[in-house]
């Protein structure tokens, strides 16, 4: 969860500096597209343990382990979230 935290908040960190606040909708959109998948990318591993993350919190866990992950992952989403939402709509 740890490095998922990490490339969430340096993913939002980034994105403001890469979209530029007067360019139409569409071409802000375009640009955190390419921002993110870049940033996607760069982390192969992290792709990989995000896809088989619900599988594994499946089997062999606790129900705590499973809650406290995804509170978690819904805490470090919500910073990432809020980014994108400030990046798309500026203007």
């Given at each position: 969860?740890?490095?998922?935290?990490?490339?969430?908040?340096?993913?939002?960190?980034?994105?403001?500096?890469?979209?530029?606040?007067?360019?139409?909708?569409?071409?802000?959109?375009?640009?955190v597209?390419?921002?993110?998948?870049?940033?996607?990318?760069?982390?192969?591993?992290?792709?990989?343990?995000?896809?088989?993350?619900?599988?594994?919190?499946?089997?062999?866990?606790?129900?705590?382990?499973v809650a406290?992950?995804?509170?978690?992952?819904?805490?470090?989403?919500?910073?990432?979230?809020?980014?994108?939402?400030?990046?798309c709509?500026?203007?």
């Amino acid at each position: 969860m740890r490095l998922a935290h990490d490339f969430f908040a340096q993913t939002a960190e980034q994105l403001p500096k890469v979209v530029e606040a007067n360019d139409p909708a569409p071409a802000r959109a375009m640009t955190v597209a390419s921002a993110l998948a870049t940033a996607f990318a760069a982390h192969p591993m992290l792709c990989e343990l995000l896809s088989a993350q619900a599988g594994a919190l499946e089997h062999n866990v606790s129900a705590e382990l499973v809650a406290r992950c995804e509170r978690d992952g819904y805490q470090s989403l919500a910073g990432f979230t809020a980014a994108h939402r400030t990046v798309c709509v500026w203007v």
